[in-house]
C-alpha cells in the first residue's frame, strides 16, 4: 500500500499517542460513596442533610423531623448495602411518612464495598500440593479387597457467595457509622428505633447478639440476609438471641436466601423463647407503592403494641 507522506505522518502519530496511552498509569474510578455523597448533596434539601464523622469516615446522613404535636421517638434507616437512602424498596417512603405518624427518621448513606481486603489473602492449599498428599496417603494404604475397590462418592460442597474476609471488613465500617448515626439520635430522646434492610439488617443483628452497649427499643428487619451460605444459616439461630423486640418483614418476592429462612428462624424462636419477635410477608416485590402502604402499617402497629 503506497501512502502518501502527510498520510505517513499522521500513522506514526496515532501510533505513538497508543503507546503513551499503554503506558499510562492506571486511574482508580470515583468511590460509589463520593457519587452517593455528591448526588445526595446537589439534589436534596440542605436543611435534611447532615455530616456525621466515624473516626476518619465522614458520611452523609439525612435527617427529617416528627410532624406531630409530640414525638414518639426516632428512626435510624440503614438501607442495604450499595443502596441509596432514597431507595423505592420501601426505605424512602419509610423515611418521609413516619414523621406523620410521631417519629424523626435520620437515614444513613452506606460505606464502599472493599472486595479485596487485606486479611483476604490467605494461604490456601494449592491443587498440587494436595494431589501429592493424596498420592502419598494412597501408596502407604494397604490394598483393598477386589470387592471393596469401588470408593464412595464424594458430594462437593459449595463456595458461599461472599467471603468471611469481605463481610469482616463491610461490617467494622457499618458499625462504626452506626455508632456515630446512634450517638447523634442521642440528642433527640425518647426510643430509638432501627429499621434496616438486606445485608445490613444481617450484619446488625450479628452485632447486637453480642449485647452492644447501644441500647435500642425495637429493631425492624426488612428481607435480611447474609450473602454468605455459612453465616446466613448462623442467622436463623442468631436473630433469636438480641435483646430488642424484633420484627422480621419479608417479601414474596423478594431475596431467596431471605426466602429460604423463614421457616428456620420461627423454629429458633421457639427454641430460644423469644416472645416479642414478630414475621411478617409482604406480597409481592418491595418496589410496589401498595406494599409501601402495607408496610407502613405494619410497622406502625409493630411499635404501639411496645409503646
Known amino acids: 500500500m ?21 503506558a499510562a498509569d492506571f486511574i482508580k474510578p470515583t468511590p460509589w460513596s463520593s457519587l452517593v455523597t455528591n448526588d445526595i448533596q446537589r439534589f436534596l434539601p440542605s436543611d435534611e442533610v447532615r455530616t456525621l464523622l466515624a473516626g476518619e469516615d465522614e458520611f452523609i446522613s439525612l435527617y427529617r423531623q416528627s410532624m406531630a404535636a409530640s414525638q414518639r421517638g426516632i428512626v435510624l434507616i440503614i438501607p442495604d448495602w450499595q443502596h441509596l437512602p432514597t431507595n423505592n424498596a420501601g426505605i424512602n417512603f419509610l ?29 490456601k492449599p494449592s491443587e498440587s500440593s494436595e494431589t501429592e498428599s493424596t498420592t502419598q496417603s494412597d501408596e502407604q ?10 470408593q464412595a462418592p464424594h458430594f462437593v460442597t459449595g463456595e458461599p ?4 474476609a469481605v463481610l469482616d471488613d463491610y461490617k467494622l465500617k457499618l458499625i462504626a457509622r452506626f455508632n456515630a448515626l446512634y450517638n447523634s439520635a442521642m440528642d433527640e430522646g425518647g426510643h430509638i428505633i432501627v429499621v434496616a434492610q438486606g445485608a445490613s439488617a444481617g450484619l446488625l443483628i450479628e ?13 425492624i428487619s426488612l428481607g435480611s440476609y447474609l450473602p454468605n451460605s455459612v453465616r ?9 438471641t438480641i435483646s430488642p423486640p424484633l420484627l422480621d418483614i419479608f417479601y414474596s418476592e423478594g431475596n431467596p436466601d431471605t426466602l429460604q429462612s423463614v421457616k428456620d428462624r420461627k423454629r429458633w424462636v421457639r427454641k430460644h423463647a423469644k416472645y416479642d419477635y414478630r414475621q411478617r410477608e409482604l406480597f409481592g416485590v418491595p418496589s410496589e ?7 407502613l402499617k405494619e410497622v406502625d402497629g409493630f411499635l404501639r403494641r411496645l409503646f
Do not use: C
Not at 401498595?290 to 408496610?295: I, V
Open 2 to 22: 503506497n501512502l502518501i507522506p502527510a498520510h505517513r505522518l499522521l500513522y506514526a502519530a496515532s501510533f505513538a499517542l497508543m503507546g503513551n496511552v499503554n
Open 95 to 123: 423515611r418521609k411518612q413516619l414523621n406523620e405518624i410521631g417519629y424523626a427518621t435520620l437515614a444513613m448513606t452506606m460505606p464502599d464495598i472493599d472486595w479485596h481486603p487485606a486479611d483476604m489473602a490467605m494461604s
Open 161 to 164: 457467595n461472599i467471603s468471611e
Open 207 to 219: 452485632h447486637y447478639a453480642s449485647f452492644p452497649n447501644n441500647e435500642l427499643n425495637a429493631f
Open 289 to 295: 407503592p401498595e406494599q409501601h402502604q402495607r408496610l
Open 232 to 240: 446466613n444459616q448462623h442467622l436463623n439461630a442468631t436473630l433469636s
Open 141 to 150: 494404604a494397604v490394598p483393598a479387597p477386589a470387592t471393596q475397590t469401588q
